[in-house]
């Protein structure tokens, strides 16, 4: 099945740490996003990258960091710099930036950090 | 800056009444207007995508429609549910950035 995994559901991290959230794809997708939901609210873009080894902030890139090295995959790192990085967080894919792409999603990672 | 809104922002209707979402948005000049489903811990799940030059995309019992130059789309839910009861979320593309805007989305609740 063609999709969108991330890992791991539920973490829980101290406060002070650096943790990495996984994402991976086998849509084949170029462009690949994460963002970032908290109760009640919508999604809030982080960081999206078009093409591997490019990446470019969103809204709320302050704290986080990502890197994309291969097609398929593109990891969130939420750093000790964060300074309310408890939410749900979510990663999407899409064929392109184009406009007439639609934006799947995966599963999300509910991060607590205490 | 790009801003999206969706009213109500709770909804509670009986099984098999037919139902409206609003969204609206602040800058007309969107690529497309996409929306949503998400469950309850859940990630999203599309439901149709209306390109800026079309008026309406249909899906089974959904219907959304988009009125760019008044900056509104309304999601038409025929015959409601149980199974419906989910957050509704509309989002836009647009900006030289082509990034999707949310709206914090309307909690529908069908009851049996």
């Known amino acids: 099945d063609g999709g969108i995994t991330q890992s791991p559901k539920y973490l829980f991290r101290k406060e002070g740490q650096n943790v990495t959230l996984s994402c991976e794809q086998n849509?084949?997708?170029?462009?690949m996003y994460w963002y970032r939901q908290d109760p009640g609210q919508g999604l809030r873009l982080i960081y999206y990258?078009?093409?591997?080894?490019?990446?470019q902030k969103g809204d709320i890139a302050e704290g986080y960091s990502v890197s994309r090295e291969k097609k398929e995959s593109f990891p969130l790192t939420v750093t000790s710099a964060q300074k309310n990085p408890t939410a749900f967080y979510l990663c999407?894919?899409?064929?392109?930036?184009?406009?007439?792409?639609?934006?799947?999603f995966g599963p999300g990672t509910r991060l607590t950090v205490t | 800056k790009q801003e999206v809104t969706q009213i109500p922002a709770a909804l509670s209707v009986p099984e098999g009444e037919n139902l409206v979402l609003n969204c609206s948005f602040t800058?007309?000049?969107?690529?497309?207007l996409q929306w949503f489903r998400q469950d309850p811990g859940k990630g999203l799940t599309s439901l149709l995508l209306i390109q800026s030059s079309q008026r309406e995309q249909t899906s089974g019992r959904l219907n959304a429609s988009l009125d760019k130059s008044s900056g509104r789309s309304t999601l038409y839910i025929a015959a409601s549910q149980p199974g419906d009861s989910a957050t509704y979320l509309c989002a836009v593309l647009s900006g030289s950035a082509r990034q999707l805007t949310f709206g914090s989305g309307t909690q529908l609740t069908v009851l049996p």
């Open positions: 800058d007309s000049a969107i690529y497309n």
């Open positions: 999407a894919s899409s064929m392109g930036q184009n406009y007439f792409y639609e934006q799947y």
């Open positions: 849509l084949n997708h170029d462009a």
């Open positions: 990258s078009q093409i591997v080894n490019d990446f």
